[in-house]
Nanobody
Framework: QVQLVESGGGSVQAGASLRLSCAASGRTFSSRFMGWFRQAPGKEREFVAAIGWTWTDGRTYYADSVKGRFTISRDKGKNTVYLQMNSLKPEDAADYYC?????????????????WGQGTQVTVSS
């Protein structure tokens, strides 16, 4: 099992920045990718970014909507994944979830992820 705890959400104005953190514990060595997803009210959960979690694979992937504004990074020593969000827009407002993928599914598909955090809320006012 992998336990994930997100933090860093908040309420900001458009153009501001936030950094989300996801602290992982448990069998983190079994994770292949760590991802960030978001879900706005009335909408489906959508992929935001992912990063390889093995020691030899730290590749990053981004949704087109956040490319150039968001940066995903990891600190393997702290078992923590970060999502730096810059130039926030009102359409970025959502609950943000950290997730761990153990299997071999598509990293942009939430169904491929095995463990999820409880989420952290991001509000962006115009």
């Amino acid at each position: 099992q992998v336990q994930l705890v997100e933090s860093g959400g908040g309420s900001v104005q458009a153009g501001a920045s936030l950094r989300l953190s996801c602290a992982a514990s448990g069998r983190t060595f079994s994770s292949r990718f760590m991802g960030w997803f978001r879900q706005a009210p009335g909408k489906e959960r959508e992929f935001v970014a992912a990063i390889g979690w093995t020691w030899t694979d730290g590749r990053t992937y981004y949704a087109d909507s956040v490319k150039g504004r968001f940066t995903i990074s990891r600190d393997k020593g702290k078992n923590t994944v970060y999502l730096q969000m810059n130039s926030l827009k009102p359409e970025d407002a959502a609950d943000y979830y950290c997730a761990s993928e153990v299997g071999s599914g598509a990293i942009t598909d939430p169904r491929a992820y095995d463990y999820w955090g409880q989420g952290t809320q991001v509000t962006v006012s115009s």
